[in-house]
């Protein structure tokens, strides 16, 4: 008999028919109620055994064993949930080493102890309630470019640029690592190597998708994106998913605007999909701030957050407005933050923090920031010192998304590589385009997974992601 998912049985009131349903055994009580699960969905389907099923097989049905079962769907009689499973015949597909195996449901792990065996959390109530949200947000992502009209452009995994110019880049290369080939110099020499040159994984695929957006006039790109940041932070990862769109004609404004749409549409699409799962991760946020004291509790529940950003522009401010506030706020008289404010310094996660979850109580776009902490491809202002880029910042989180209008004007673009010695003869692909029939244009890049921190309300990016790579970390 063919299987059924759990999902779909327990969505539907019909009874008194046969299945087989396969899963993992959560939990099974008085020799007789199986709790199983089959990922499908956050709930168990609870499974009755007959009184006399053979002892050898119940004595296997232990919480992690994998089970298959045919039996007939019935109307429950407990509260909770309307129908159940009566097993007419169980088999073990593979037994459990309950000694050794650390998902007991007696002693709840902490999610520290469940990020050194990340292989097993999927098969927690959590861990598959996140990736079940992380999924549906994927697929909203294609869905809503697709709505509307983006082309879906892969941009390259291995490139030989820097996009950010931070020179956080991991080297790709075939090259001996003992002895490798050397210029006169004593520097390597890439020619020697896979490509010929010295090439790395990419930061960003912004560049590549400005080419294009100069011929599609929308495209985006969601891939992989690598950074060897050496910080150890609770929203950095090395290896992390970008959602970069590129819009040609147009501006800041628009780009906004799309930003916003675009985090809406994302977010309402898991809310309709997800609800039972998004409705656990509430209760278990729920649960996690009762620890806390009074004070400290958040006023919104997670679906009560999801729901205000639904219905609420985000603020829109520039750069000079929140160094301002900034600098006047309650928290920097009393000195509380741990790094200084001053306008031409990066705003850093606790002053971002500040701006949404204190002082204005809902995510804030942050525009206009100084050109000399910005990258260079970004367009520049008419006031010679800042550039029109933007910030989204989520609260809980800080930056989740990071964009500008580019700079479409050739000369000032080159003035601006120059002054950062950025050498343009090597990126003249780039240039090209500014050459060849330039427009105005303008992109962002959101953080894949420190959206899944905002959606899921987890804290730690460890969290979200199915096999972290984080410095010193990357197992399997
Ligand atoms: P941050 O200031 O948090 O280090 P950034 O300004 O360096 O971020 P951008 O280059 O603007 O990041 O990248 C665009 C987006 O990618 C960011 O807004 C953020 O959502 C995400 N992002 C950047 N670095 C990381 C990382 N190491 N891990 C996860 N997401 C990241
Ligand atoms: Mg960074
Ligand atoms: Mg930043
Ligand atoms: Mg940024």
Redesign the pocket.
């Known amino acids: 008999m063919a299987r059924t998912k759990i999902k779909d049985i327990l969505l539907s009131d019909k009874t008194d028919y046969t299945v087989n349903v396969k899963g993992w055994v959560r939990s099974f009580r008085n020799n007789q109620f199986i709790a199983l699960n089959d990922g499908s969905t956050i709930n168990n389907v609870q499974v009755v055994i007959t009184l006399d099923t053979d002892e050898a097989i119940t004595k296997r049905i232990t919480t992690g064993a994998s089970i298959s079962v045919d039996g007939t769907v019935i109307a429950s009689l407990g509260k909770g949930q309307k129908v159940e499973i009566k097993a007419d015949n169980i088999t073990i597909l593979g037994d459990c080493d309950t000694d050794k195996f650390p998902l007991q449901l007696k002693n709840r792990p902490s999610l520290e102890y469940l990020r050194e065996i990340a292989h097993l959390r999927f098969r927690t109530s959590t861990f598959g309630a996140i990736f079940r949200v992380r999924h549906s947000l994927a697929f909203a992502v294609h869905q809503f470019f697709n709505d509307r009209g983006f082309v879906y452009l892969h941009t390259p995994i291995i490139t030989a640029s820097d996009a950010?110019g931070a020179g956080e880049m991991f080297r790709v290369s075939t090259l001996p690592t003992e002895n490798p080939p050397r210029n006169e110099d004593g520097s390597i020499d890439y020619k020697e190597d896979f490509f010929g040159r010295c090439t790395n994984l990419t930061v960003?695929g912004q560049l590549e998708a400005e080419l294009g957006a100069m011929a599609f006039s929308e495209v985006y790109t969601f891939g992989p994106t690598f950074?060897a940041?050496n910080s150890n932070t609770a929203?950095?990862?090395?290896e992390?998913w970008?959602i970069e769109p590129e819009v040609a004609f147009n501006d800041i404004t628009d780009n906004m605007d799309l930003a916003e749409d675009f985090i809406r549409y994302i977010i309402g699409y898991a809310m309709q999909h997800n609800r039972e799962d998004l409705e656990f991760l509430a209760q278990r946020l729920v649960d996690e701030e009762k620890q806390k004291p009074m004070n400290e509790r958040s006023e919104l529940g997670l679906i009560e957050k999801l729901e205000f950003v639904l219905n609420n522009k985000f603020e829109r401010i520039t750069y000079t407005e929140a160094v301002d506030i900034l600098l006047n706020s309650p928290a920097n008289k009393k000195k509380k933050f741990q790094y200084e404010v001053k306008w031409g310094v990066d705003l850093q996660?606790e002053h971002e923090r500040y701006l949404v979850e204190k002082h204005f109580k809902k995510p804030v776009i942050v525009t206009d920031y100084p050109k000399d902490i910005k990258s260079f491809y970004m367009r520049q202002n008419d006031d010679g010192k800042t550039v029109a880029a933007m910030?989204i910042l989520a609260p809980g989180i800080?930056?989740?998304?990071?964009g500008s209008q580019r700079e479409e004007r050739l000369d000032k673009l080159e003035q601006r590589m120059k002054e950062m010695h950025i050498p343009a003869d090597e990126m003249y692909w780039y240039m090209d385009t500014r050459k060849f029939g330039t427009v105005p244009h303008a992109g962002f890049?959101?953080?894949f997974?420190?959206m899944v921190l905002f959606v899921t309300g987890m804290t730690n990016?460890r969290d979200v992601i199915p096999f972290p790579r984080t410095p010193k970390n990357a197992e399997f």
Do not use: K, W
């Open positions: 950010e960003s950074r940041e929203r950095h990862l090395a992390f970008m996660s910030d800080g930056e989740i998304v990071g890049g959101l953080g997974e420190r990016i």
